[in-house]
């Protein structure tokens, strides 16, 4: 039975499992420090290895967290924090009780009320022609297009290669979403437009001696001509954004909740919803379905 004090190994392992299971790269990084905390907690009570613990000790850690200080701030761990550690738990000992490392899994019986998300910011078809019109060249009206356009994940964003687009089609392709999925993503013709734009016009002129060869293959370059990443990508539509009079805090990702919105309003089935953007489960499209008709500000 695997020791407590392994537990860089069993770490390790648990990630491997992840990664081979289709979790993104960005949760795997982030297991460590719940395991880490959890297997402290355990030690300092004198479990010594993963079949020690049990259904009484993991309500006692779920207590713990619930009253421990927050280490980054003031008070103590948001409700959201608490829930997602927990979420990371069960995962293991999922994850331990397939594999044989325990027998008896100590999760499998606790029930916690689900934490109330907040409420989803939506910006209204007005403030996306806002942004638009903000925008100041090729690049920037492209960026919009594949986060609003084609509601694309930021590492959709990040990944996508030239290959991946169909101009001709009118399809844009995305080989390995989250949880490596692969879906087609129809595109309208002003996507089209603003995409062949920014290829034809821009983005050779971008390229420069830091270019790798790998480089080449990026749809979406930056200033360097290298590959865009996530962050880059962020930069870019805050310059947009300051650029307009929205006071909506607002992020990249907000973007594909709004097309998602629009889209349901407009009369999209459901299921073509879900398809577009890439959603396993109907259940997570239809929460966009209950964005009040205030929020976007109808008549």
Not at 15 to 36: E, M, N, S
Not at 168 to 182: D, P, Q, V
Not at 224 to 237: K, Q, V
């Amino acid at each position: 039975m695997k020791k407590i004090a392994q537990q860089r190994v069993l770490i390790a392992d648990f990630k491997r499992y992840l990664l081979v299971t289709g979790y993104a790269k960005d949760y795997i990084k982030a297991v460590a420090t719940p395991l880490r905390e959890c297997f402290g907690y355990m030690r300092e009570n004198g479990v010594e290895v993963l079949g020690g613990v049990n259904t009484r000790m993991m309500k006692a850690y779920r207590l713990y967290l619930e009253n421990r200080p927050n280490s980054r701030g003031e008070g103590t761990l948001s409700p959201s924090t608490v829930t997602a550690y927990f979420f990371t738990l069960k995962l293991f000992f999922d994850y331990a009780q397939k594999t044989a490392l325990i027998e008896v899994n100590p999760m499998n019986v606790l029930r916690y009320a689900r934490v109330q998300s907040r409420e989803r910011v939506i910006l209204t078809e007005e403030e996306i022609q806002a942004l638009y019109q903000a925008a100041e060249d090729e690049q920037e009206r492209a960026i919009l297009s594949l986060f609003y356009g084609c509601g694309l994940r930021r590492a959709e964003g990040e990944k996508l290669n030239i290959r991946d687009i169909d101009f001709r089609g009118r399809f844009l392709y995305i080989r390995s979403g989250k949880g490596n999925k692969r879906r087609v993503v129809p595109m309208s013709a002003k996507v089209v437009e603003d995409l062949k734009a920014y290829y034809h016009e821009q983005r050779s002129g971008q390229l420069s001696r830091y270019t790798q060869r790998k480089d080449h293959l990026a749809f979406m370059l930056n200033q360097r001509g290298t590959r865009m990443r996530g962050n880059s990508f962020y930069i870019y539509f805050k310059r947009i954004l300051e650029r307009t009079e929205i006071e909506k805090k607002v992020s990249l990702h907000h973007l594909r909740h709004s097309i998602a919105t629009h889209l349901l309003a407009g009369g999209m089935e459901i299921e073509k919803v879900r398809d577009f953007l890439g959603h396993r489960y109907l259940e997570t499209t239809q929460l966009y379905t209950r964005v009040s008709k205030e929020q976007l500000q109808w008549e």
